[in-house]
């Protein structure tokens, strides 16, 4: 099997293809963000300086000058602490979509509070979030928690509608997680819609949905604009770790994507037992592309068995009410993907040069644009 030369995605990562040195279109698709972002650099610090000014100088005289998503995680953890070293006025936004650890629900109880920051919460109904878990499950696809994804985007985005904040920072880093590939995921409102029509049993009354014309509004009116420091400034998730646990007292929940359980169930069961799917591969993509590991070792890492927690599948059954032969029948139907439903992907695509214009002023995420608006390479049809 052929693997890239510089980071460790083989033949099988959707979309790959391999230059004459054998380094992967992934491992270019970085180096070009880091030249875009000059990422690490005295230049990107000093971009980075400028936004936060701009940032202040929008906010001065509120209370808040900026919403960040909080998980309880590292990244968006360690952002709150840094918005408030940078003289931020941050406002804390967490999506509950009540699968939450005990762990988390403490972390950001504990970082919020020893920053003196306000949090507000939107807890979905939780015979909702179920009833759109469950459905997903039946409708066969791998994106078993994209409702959380969306749901916290939009509660970002109507939060600091609702404070009339213009700045949205998130805690990615394409240098520590990667991108996710291209075609070995898809998820917007509509597709949410259109399975759980199809699947769900009960209306939506609490769950934040994302529809095409709330998108634009935030976009176009609201001019709310996406900021995420740690593409400009050098980030290490390990230090990131030690001040937290230092300063906050938080603590570490023993795994990315481990947080919340409807995140670890498809990350440590649904998506590598149904689909083959092993979603480590970009975060040990990243970590051999810049130094945290050799190639070797994170070889090495990505061919150990996946662990999961014993108490998981019980708890899955439990809470979506499956019986043990509906559980194997969802684990063993046929896969389906996001092709099979309807999703908002060709509007995305036709309106792709606005897109490009609203990506570059800051309007919709790169990452958003990258992904959303380009026909994926391996498109079945
Ligand atoms: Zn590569």
Same mark, same amino acid.
């Given at each position: 099997? *052929?693997?890239?030369?510089?980071?460790?995605?083989?033949?099988?990562?959707? =979309?790959?293809?391999?230059?004459?040195?054998?380094?992967?279109?992934?491992?270019?698709?970085?180096?070009?963000?880091?030249?875009?972002?000059?990422? =690490?650099?005295?230049?990107?610090?000093?971009? @980075? &300086?400028?936004?936060?000014?701009?940032?202040?100088?929008?906010?001065?005289?509120?209370?808040?000058?900026?919403?960040?998503?909080?998980?309880?995680?590292?990244?968006?953890?360690?952002?709150?602490?840094?918005?408030?070293?940078?003289?931020?006025?941050?406002?804390?936004? /967490?999506?509950?979509?009540?699968?939450?650890?005990?762990?988390?629900?403490?972390?950001?109880?504990?970082?919020?509070?020893?920053?003196?920051?306000?949090?507000?919460?939107? $807890?979905?109904?939780?015979?909702?979030?179920?009833?759109?878990?469950?459905?997903?499950?039946?409708? =066969?696809?791998?994106?078993?928690?994209?409702?959380?994804?969306?749901?916290?985007?939009?509660?970002?985005?109507?939060?600091?509608?609702?404070?009339?904040?213009?700045?949205?920072?998130?805690?990615?880093?394409?240098?520590?997680?990667?991108?996710?590939?291209?075609?070995?995921?898809?998820?917007?409102? &509509?597709?949410?819609?259109?399975?759980?029509? !199809?699947?769900?049993?009960?209306?939506? !009354?609490?769950?934040?949905?994302?529809?095409?014309?709330?998108?634009?509004?935030?976009?176009?009116?609201?001019?709310?604009?996406?900021?995420? +420091?740690?593409?400009?400034?050098?980030?290490?998730?390990?230090?990131?770790?030690?001040?937290?646990?230092?300063?906050?007292?938080?603590?570490?929940?023993?795994? /990315? /994507?481990?947080?919340?359980?409807?995140?670890?169930?498809?990350?440590?069961?649904?998506?590598?037992?149904? @689909?083959?799917?092993?979603?480590?591969?970009?975060?040990?993509?990243?970590?051999? *592309?810049?130094?945290?590991?050799?190639?070797?070792?994170?070889?090495?890492?990505?061919?150990?068995?996946?662990? /999961?927690?014993?108490?998981?599948?019980?708890? $899955?059954?439990?809470?979506?009410?499956?019986?043990?032969?509906?559980?194997?029948?969802?684990?063993?139907?046929?896969?389906?993907?996001?092709?099979?439903? &309807?999703?908002?992907?060709?509007?995305?695509?036709?309106?792709? +040069?606005?897109?490009?214009?609203?990506?570059?002023?800051?309007?919709?995420?790169?990452?958003?644009?990258? &992904?959303?608006?380009?026909? @994926?390479?391996?498109?079945?049809?």
């Amino acid at each position: 099997m *052929r693997i890239c030369q510089r980071c460790i995605y083989d033949e099988n990562v959707p =979309g790959i293809s391999f230059d004459e040195k054998g380094i992967c279109n992934y491992c270019r698709q970085i180096d070009d963000l880091e030249k875009q972002y000059d990422t =690490g650099t005295p230049k990107g610090e000093s971009r @980075f &300086k400028e936004i936060i000014d701009k940032i202040k100088k929008n906010g001065n005289g509120r209370k808040y000058d900026c919403v960040i998503g909080v998980s309880g995680g590292t990244d968006s953890s360690i952002l709150l602490v840094k918005a408030v070293n940078w003289g931020l006025k941050p406002l804390a936004v /967490h999506y509950d979509n009540t699968w939450n650890t005990a762990i988390s629900t403490e972390n950001i109880r504990k970082v919020t509070k020893f920053l003196n920051i306000d949090l507000f919460t939107h $807890v979905v109904d939780n015979a909702e979030a179920d009833d759109i878990f469950r459905s997903f499950l039946f409708s =066969g696809v791998p994106e078993f928690d994209a409702s959380t994804d969306i749901g916290l985007v939009q509660v970002l985005r109507s939060t600091a509608a609702k404070y009339k904040i213009k700045y949205i920072l998130e805690g990615h880093s394409f240098k520590a997680e990667g991108l996710s590939p291209m075609g070995n995921n898809y998820f917007d409102g &509509k597709y949410i819609d259109s399975i759980h029509k !199809k699947y769900g049993s009960m209306k939506l !009354k609490t769950y934040p949905n994302m529809k095409f014309y709330d998108f634009m509004k935030w976009v176009l009116i609201y001019r709310q604009q996406f900021v995420r +420091p740690l593409w400009y400034i050098e980030y290490s998730k390990h230090e990131a770790r030690k001040i937290l646990e230092d300063m906050t007292g938080w603590s570490y929940y023993g795994g /990315h /994507h481990l947080e919340n359980r409807a995140t670890a169930f498809l990350h440590t069961i649904y998506n590598p037992q149904k @689909f083959g799917i092993d979603n480590r591969n970009w975060s040990l993509a990243a970590e051999v *592309r810049s130094g945290i590991l050799t190639r070797h070792q994170g070889l090495k890492k990505y061919s150990e068995p996946i662990i /999961h927690d014993p108490e998981l599948v019980s708890y $899955v059954k439990k809470r979506l009410c499956l019986s043990d032969s509906e559980y194997e029948e969802v684990m063993r139907s046929a896969p389906r993907s996001w092709h099979d439903f &309807k999703t908002y992907k060709k509007r995305f695509e036709r309106l792709r +040069p606005l897109f490009s214009i609203l990506a570059k002023a800051g309007l919709v995420p790169m990452s958003f644009y990258l &992904k959303y608006c380009f026909p @994926f390479p391996d498109n079945k049809r």
